[in-house]
């Protein structure tokens, strides 16, 4: 008897251990650059308003993913092979469209190391890029690449964290306006609301966690209450990353200092925190990138592993090529600003489209067996839904036309 409960105990914090890196891996493939870039533009823009933006796209982030991850649970599926079963042909279209997205995204990710390492150590970024590259490949080389991913993720995750809430005391935010403004905000952003939600659930990035659940053998109808803590707390993470970040930029906006345009978060910690200041901003920045890098490419992957055995069989050797082929891009032409941008459109589209398809599946016994999906996690997902697919096509319809100008 004490063998089994000695097991079961091991089992437990395994599992719990899972659940923990699925949560980190998620959270810190959201917070890359443009998660920086987009918190920082948007507090300079809403000021203590920008605190209802950020409350309304958790509580959408939220309805998104916890439906997503508990779908892709109970089927036992990747999204790509459920998407497949609904309507024939459609899980490689959004496979095509995370692929893409992925690869664009991830030269942003890789030039965005490369900036963190040479603000850090003063490298040339090309050269802070290829390094940084070379680590995020020999995470998957090693044996146990899903567990060192896990603790990775998970160590720079708190380090942003720590170094970020360190910036916010420096900078001495007014707590108390942008508390009462998160809840009677003096003017409300929708477009940023759907940014946010983009940002943070969008594409690849709410797939991270769930797809890793399921390599990691977590799945199954008694599972459902794990994964929901586990799909919450990802969101927490992001969020608490997102609050502090707002709280800091508050800090050097309320005080009348003066936030480059060209690297908006940069000036954030150098003004609240001098040159100590840019010296973290650094850490944080390739910390955010080197993670996203490494999420981008393990999920991307993950939306092929299941098309063919070759693919199954080598798929570490896959994303090392989809980082090789990201830093390749960004070494030789730098970052194609037009695919970027087009890339961001369509991911705008992306879980709409994605969140769309699980939630259909949620009620096909043909796919998700006897688990019955509660009939207000698919009003949430409905809304979500309506919300980001018509904004995601005004983002496409409007930036479409500037790619060929």
């Known amino acids: 008897m004490n063998k089994e409960n000695k097991l079961q105990s091991q089992n437990e914090k395994s599992n719990w251990s899972i659940l923990l890196g ?10 890359g650059p443009g998660f920086l870039t987009q918190t920082t533009v948007f507090t300079e823009q809403l000021a203590a308003s920008f605190g209802f933006v950020i409350l309304v796209s958790i509580l959408l ?15 036992e599926k990747r999204a790509q092979d459920i998407a497949n079963l609904v309507f024939p042909g459609l899980g490689y279209v959004i496979a095509t469209l995370i692929v893409l997205g992925g690869i664009a995204f991830n030269i942003g990710n890789i030039g965005g190391a490369g900036l963190g390492a040479n ?12 390094i940084s590259a070379v680590i995020a490949i020999a995470i998957f080389l090693v044996k146990e690449a899903g567990l060192l991913m896990d603790k990775f993720t998970q160590v720079m995750g708190f380090v942003m964290i720590a170094l970020t809430i360190y ?3 420096n900078a001495h935010p007014p707590v108390g306006e942008a508390v009462i403004k998160t809840f009677a905000p003096d003017t409300i952003d929708m477009l940023a609301i759907v940014t946010l939600v983009g940002g943070t659930v969008g594409g690849y990035i709410t797939f991270a966690g769930g797809h890793r659940l399921l390599d990691a053998g977590i799945k199954g109808i008694d599972a459902v209450p794990q994964v929901t803590k586990s799909s919450v707390s990802a969101i927490g993470i992001a969020s608490i ?9 508050l800090g050097v906006v309320a005080q009348g200092l003066p936030i480059d345009p060209e690297n908006p978060p940069a000036s954030v910690f150098q003004q609240a925190a001098g040159d100590i200041g840019y010296r973290l901003f650094g850490v944080v920045m390739w910390a955010a990138a080197i993670t996203s890098v490494v999420g981008a490419a393990y999920t991307s992957v993950s939306f092929i592993r299941t098309f063919h055995p070759l693919i199954e069989k080598y798929h570490k050797y896959i994303i090392v090529g989809f980082i090789l082929l990201s830093t390749g891009i960004f070494t030789t032409i730098g970052k194609p600003v037009k695919m970027l941008i087009l890339a961001g459109a369509l991911n705008g589209l992306i879980l709409p489209i994605a ?7 949620a009620h096909k016994k043909s796919i998700i067996g006897s688990y019955r999906h509660p009939i207000w ?3 949430a997902g409905v809304f979500v839904v309506l919300l980001m697919a018509t904004m995601g096509a005004y983002t496409l319809v409007n930036q479409l036309p500037t790619l060929f100008e």
């Open 355 to 361: 969140l769309g398809v699980m939630l259909v599946a």
């Open 167 to 169: 910036v916010v005391f």
């Open 377 to 379: 996690m698919t009003a």
């Open 22 to 31: 699925a949560a980190f891996l998620m959270a810190t493939s959201a917070i």
């Open 241 to 249: 990353m997102r609050i502090f970040l707002f709280l800091a930029a």
């Open 119 to 130: 603000v850090v150590f003063g490298l040339d970024p090309v050269t802070g890029a290829v």
């Open 61 to 75: 982030d939220i309805g998104a993913q916890t439906n997503i991850w508990r779908i892709l649970v109970v089927a």
